[in-house]
Nanobody, 113 residues
Framework: QVQLVESGGGLVQAGGSLRLSCAAS????????MGWYRQAPGKQRELVAI???????NYADSVKGRFTLSRDNAKNTMYLQMNSLKPEDTAVYYC???????WGQGTQVTVSS
């Protein structure tokens, strides 16, 4: 059974930092492309960052230079380090494994101005 569990969200002031985690189970984590998405109220879910199975990582233009995706294959865990947060980063953040079309339950990130 594939399971993705996000954690690490919270309330932070603009300019602050948060680190999100996504713990995966039931998948061969090291072989799989994994991504972070977010959905703000009234908006469509959008890709934030993706770690491809071939080793490359890509970011949305809106987070380049501020967010860093990393993964610890030994722990089956993916991270999203978010620095210099802005109010427009406020959203529910989800992790995703496209191979299984699996999604976590999401973790709320709120950035106050």
């Amino acid at each position: 059974q594939v399971q993705l569990v996000e954690s690490g969200g919270g309330l932070v002031q603009a300019g602050g930092s948060l680190r999100l985690s996504c713990a995966a189970s039931g998948i061969i984590f090291s072989l799989r492309t994994m991504g972070w998405y977010r959905q703000a109220p009234g908006k469509q879910r959008e890709l934030v960052a993706i770690s491809r199975s071939g080793g490359s990582t890509n970011y949305a233009d809106s987070v380049k230079g501020r967010f860093t995706l990393s993964r610890d294959n030994a722990k089956n865990t993916m991270y999203l380090q978010m620095n210099s947060l802005k109010p427009e980063d406020t959203a529910v953040y989800y992790c995703n494994c496209p191979f299984y079309d699996a999604w976590g339950q999401g973790t709320q990130v709120t950035v106050s101005s």
